[in-house]
């Protein structure tokens, strides 16, 4: 029996705790949360982040993304990126720093992942 809770979620208007080694939270709303998504193939997230915060670069094998920045910078670089190129080899290059904490690998993997750039 279909009731009115298959369609309503009530936790995307609060915020994810961000104190992780990435800095952000994901809060997922897909078919397990929200059982009216059943058979439609869409889900949907929101994404909290610290300063300094990332989301750790990642695929959707089955699905598309759309991305809604409502404050701060979404991107640099819009378009078809390849992923390897524009991660270890950016010119500008993405602080090691960052890159170190988005994959949780010592820093010296990070070195020498951009050195074959």
Same mark, same amino acid.
């Given at each position: 029996? %279909? ?9 995307? /208007?609060?915020?994810? *705790? ?36 990332? *989301? ?13 920045? %409502? ?5 640099? /670089? ?29 820093? /010296? ?9």
């Amino acid at each position: 029996m %279909v009731t009115a809770d298959d369609f309503f979620f009530s936790g995307l /208007n609060k915020a994810g *705790n961000t104190s992780n080694p990435v800095g952000s939270k994901v809060t997922p709303v897909n078919v397990n949360q929200l059982a009216g998504l059943n058979t439609l193939g869409i889900s949907l997230v929101r994404i909290d982040y610290a300063p300094y915060g990332l *989301n750790p670069p990642h695929t959707h094998p089955r699905a598309t993304e759309v991305l809604v920045v %409502v404050q701060g910078l979404s991107s640099q /670089n819009p378009g078809v990126i390849t992923i390897a190129n524009a991660v270890f080899g950016s010119n500008p290059s993405i602080s090691s720093v960052v890159l170190t904490k988005a994959f949780q690998v010592n820093k /010296n993997v990070i070195k020498h992942l951009q050195g074959q750039f």
